[in-house]
């Protein structure tokens, strides 16, 4: 239960420390003396909105503190355990700090956490309905959760749910290999063409690097060549080796008749090395014609094959380097078109597999829901006779449309009600009327109520729109409802004000400068004056009083009446 509320600096309350034991406690005030403001900040203190209106007006920051004590059993502990946020005993702290500039921080047990966990936590522990959260009972859209949280059904709507995504996924991937082969199918045409002309062409990887090297060195190659031939023009095809060799035979000729001349044998020396560098000089020469000159079509051969290569690259918008690599790719392409019908197999194998496992699901899920809907409408009806609604009637309507499938199943669920006997039923929010709908509310929610681990549960004015002996039975039930949970229950009815265990006034004090909000426990004598106040209005009377005695079931003195002894554990400051 929720044991302790802390607020400083909080719209219009400078501070604020309310102790709350087990059962149902009112809150009751003034129209606009801030009773809402309570709810507002135990919501932020829960994970709810912050806006930039939550601090008071001249401090720089607002701390809100909830304290809540619950059983060793509570799924909460688990979710505290998960992600290290149980403290050292058996409370649990929530505690949010907000800025003037709207920022807010988290916290549970004294460590920092996200918004959201902040938000996951409170939400397994407290469960506030504001005065228009009956909204959410108008709205067919929010029933069939409601129907599924009544039947502890959350864990199979979550395995439909898994069940419809791979569906969906399966599905996705079937027509987008469909789509694809359809245009592939298209292309087909074209792409064999292409791959004829590659195939044709057959370009490797790196054959455009080469060839432009090659051309390079083959356009150099016919200057050189030129070159080469004005040598051989120069040495008169030979001649000069002819004239060397008939010049050496002489100086040997006139060596062998002087043998004693040295300078012969020099002279022959000389002419015998000139010739034998010229026999290798015009070898040499003979060579290098060779090789840059064998092939004067290779350099047209060449550059043919290199544009080439370019200009399909261009057409495909593909550097030339990869146009084998988008051969293959075409290959592919053109080996899927035939292979599709294959491959479509094993898809449509996957996607029918997947819609039978979410069928198997859904229409499990579809009887337990019909199931557990009679169990809330026998519950609902049980509810109804107290709340004076015994000759309306309440049907949770299921229908089961598989030709529409979604991540929730086949059903979808819609609330009817009839409160006159003989009329037909409708949905009701078209057929309730203001106070019947907060009754409706207040039965359906105690209904629920046993299906839930909130450990707190905040009405703020259930009452709504009802009165005398209705309001009564709100009360009524609204206290055994509180027998097994703790109830706070914002109110302007006296006779649920009457049936609470706890009692909490709001006021609004006002200076020149200044408005503030005060929250005040209230003993017996001023339940006595609080309760008469709101059965007479600004001027109590001995007669409100005498019938405020009488609801509170005459256990306050008489004579406290006059004598405010109050204890004051929030006041403006």
């Given at each position: 239960m929720l044991t302790a509320l802390n607020i400083r600096?909080?719209?219009?309350?400078?501070?604020?420390?309310?102790?709350?034991?087990?059962?149902?406690?009112?809150?009751?005030?003034?129209t606009g003396a801030g009773k809402s403001i309570l709810l507002d900040a135990l919501g932020l203190a829960v994970g709810g909105r912050a806006g930039r209106s939550g601090v008071r007006q001249g401090a720089s920051q607002g701390v809100v503190a909830a304290t809540f004590e619950v059983d060793s059993d509570h799924p909460v502990w688990r979710?505290?355990?998960?992600?290290?946020?149980?403290?050292?005993?058996?409370?649990?702290?929530?505690?949010?700090?907000?800025?003037?500039?709207?920022?807010?921080?988290?916290?549970?047990?004294?460590?920092?956490?996200?918004?959201?966990?902040?938000?996951?936590?409170?939400?397994?522990?407290?469960?506030?309905?504001?005065?228009?959260?009956?909204?959410?009972?108008?709205?067919?859209?929010?029933?069939?959760?409601m129907l599924d949280e009544f039947g502890g059904l959350q864990k199979q709507a979550a395995?439909?749910?898994?069940?419809?995504?791979?569906?969906?996924?399966?599905?996705?991937?079937?027509?987008?290999?469909?789509?694809?082969?359809?245009?592939?199918?298209?292309?087909?045409?074209?792409?064999?063409?292409?791959?004829?002309?590659?195939?044709?062409?057959?370009?490797?990887?790196?054959?455009?690097?080469?060839?432009?090297?090659?051309?390079?060195?083959?356009?150099?190659?016919?200057?050189?060549?030129?070159?080469?031939?004005?040598?051989?023009?120069?040495?008169?095809?030979?001649?000069?080796?002819?004239?060397?060799?008939?010049?050496?035979?002489?100086?040997?000729?006139?060596?062998?008749?002087?043998?004693?001349?040295?300078?012969?044998?020099?002279?022959?020396?000389?002419?015998?090395?000139?010739?034998?560098?010229?026999?290798?000089?015009?070898?040499a020469l003979d060579r290098a014609i060779s090789e840059f000159g064998a092939d004067p079509d290779e350099v047209d051969r060449t550059e043919e094959r290199l544009f080439t290569l370019?200009?399909?690259?261009?057409?495909?918008?593909?550097?030339?380097?990869?146009?084998?690599?988008?051969r293959t790719k075409i290959s592919k392409a053109l080996d899927d078109v035939e292979a599709g019908t294959a491959a479509f197999a094993d898809l449509e194998r996957a996607a029918a597999s997947a819609k039978s496992e979410f069928a198997v699901?859904?229409?499990?899920l579809s009887k337990a829901r019909m199931k557990a809907a009679k169990r809330l409408d026998a519950a609902v009806a049980?509810?109804?006779?107290?709340?004076?609604?015994?000759?309306?009637?309440?049907?949770?309507?299921?229908?089961?449309?598989?030709?529409?499938?979604?991540?929730?199943?086949?059903?979808?669920?819609?609330?009817?009600?009839t409160t006159n006997p003989g009329a037909p039923a409708g949905p009701l929010k078209t057929i309730a009327s203001g106070g019947e709908l907060s009754r409706f509310v207040l039965a359906m929610k105690a209904a629920l109520a046993a299906k839930e681990n909130r450990t707190v549960i905040i009405f703020d004015e259930v009452d709504a729109g009802v009165g005398g002996a209705v309001a009564d039975a709100v009360g009524e039930r609204l206290a055994r409802l509180a027998r097994d949970a703790q109830v706070l229950v914002v109110t302007h009815s006296p006779q649920v004000?009457?049936?609470?265990?706890?009692?909490?006034?709001?006021?609004?004090?006002?200076?020149?400068?200044?408005?503030?909000?005060?929250?005040?426990?209230?003993?017996a004598d001023d339940r006595v004056e609080e309760v008469a106040r709101m059965l007479s209005g600004a001027k109590v009377t001995k007669e409100a009083r005498a019938a405020a005695r009488q609801l509170l079931g005459g256990t306050v003195r008489k004579s406290t009446a006059n004598k405010p002894a109050r204890k004051r554990l929030a006041n403006a400051r």
């Amino acid at each position: 239960m929720l044991t302790a509320l802390n607020i400083r600096d909080f719209i219009l309350i400078d501070r604020a420390q309310l102790t709350l034991t087990h059962g149902l406690a009112a809150l009751t005030g003034e129209t606009g003396a801030g009773k809402s403001i309570l709810l507002d900040a135990l919501g932020l203190a829960v994970g709810g909105r912050a806006g930039r209106s939550g601090v008071r007006q001249g401090a720089s920051q607002g701390v809100v503190a909830a304290t809540f004590e619950v059983d060793s059993d509570h799924p909460v502990w688990r979710l505290l355990d998960e992600n290290g946020l149980a403290g050292e005993d058996d409370q649990i702290i929530l505690r949010r700090v907000q800025n003037v500039d709207g920022r807010s921080r988290g916290f549970v047990n004294d460590q920092p956490v996200s918004i959201s966990m902040l938000r996951t936590v409170g939400e397994a522990l407290l469960e506030i309905h504001g005065q228009h959260d009956g909204r959410g009972f108008l709205s067919a859209s929010a029933h069939r959760g409601m129907l599924d949280e009544f039947g502890g059904l959350q864990k199979q709507a979550a395995k439909v749910a898994t069940h419809w995504r791979a569906w969906r996924d399966a599905q996705s991937a079937l027509e987008d290999r469909r789509r694809e082969q359809a245009a592939a199918a298209r292309e087909a045409e074209y792409l064999r063409h292409v791959f004829d002309v590659l195939q044709k062409l057959d370009p490797q990887p790196g054959e455009e690097t080469a060839l432009a090297e090659r051309r390079a060195v083959l356009m150099a190659a016919e200057k050189v060549s030129e070159q080469l031939r004005a040598t051989v023009a120069a040495l008169d095809d030979g001649r000069v080796e002819h004239n060397l060799s008939t010049g050496l035979g002489h100086v040997e000729r006139a060596a062998a008749l002087l043998p004693e001349a040295q300078s012969l044998k020099k002279a022959a020396s000389h002419f015998a090395a000139a010739l034998s560098e010229a026999v290798e000089g015009c070898a040499a020469l003979d060579r290098a014609i060779s090789e840059f000159g064998a092939d004067p079509d290779e350099v047209d051969r060449t550059e043919e094959r290199l544009f080439t290569l370019r200009g399909e690259a261009r057409k495909h918008g593909v550097a030339p380097d990869m146009l084998s690599a988008f051969r293959t790719k075409i290959s592919k392409a053109l080996d899927d078109v035939e292979a599709g019908t294959a491959a479509f197999a094993d898809l449509e194998r996957a996607a029918a597999s997947a819609k039978s496992e979410f069928a198997v699901t859904a229409t499990a899920l579809s009887k337990a829901r019909m199931k557990a809907a009679k169990r809330l409408d026998a519950a609902v009806a049980k509810e109804l006779a107290p709340l004076r609604l015994g000759k309306a009637h309440f049907e949770t309507q299921v229908i089961c449309d598989a030709d529409s499938p979604t991540s929730d199943g086949y059903d979808r669920a819609e609330f009817m009600v009839t409160t006159n006997p003989g009329a037909p039923a409708g949905p009701l929010k078209t057929i309730a009327s203001g106070g019947e709908l907060s009754r409706f509310v207040l039965a359906m929610k105690a209904a629920l109520a046993a299906k839930e681990n909130r450990t707190v549960i905040i009405f703020d004015e259930v009452d709504a729109g009802v009165g005398g002996a209705v309001a009564d039975a709100v009360g009524e039930r609204l206290a055994r409802l509180a027998r097994d949970a703790q109830v706070l229950v914002v109110t302007h009815s006296p006779q649920v004000a009457a049936r609470a265990q706890s009692h909490w006034r709001i006021e609004k004090s006002q200076t020149k400068n200044r408005t503030t909000t005060s929250v005040t426990l209230l003993d017996a004598d001023d339940r006595v004056e609080e309760v008469a106040r709101m059965l007479s209005g600004a001027k109590v009377t001995k007669e409100a009083r005498a019938a405020a005695r009488q609801l509170l079931g005459g256990t306050v003195r008489k004579s406290t009446a006059n004598k405010p002894a109050r204890k004051r554990l929030a006041n403006a400051r």
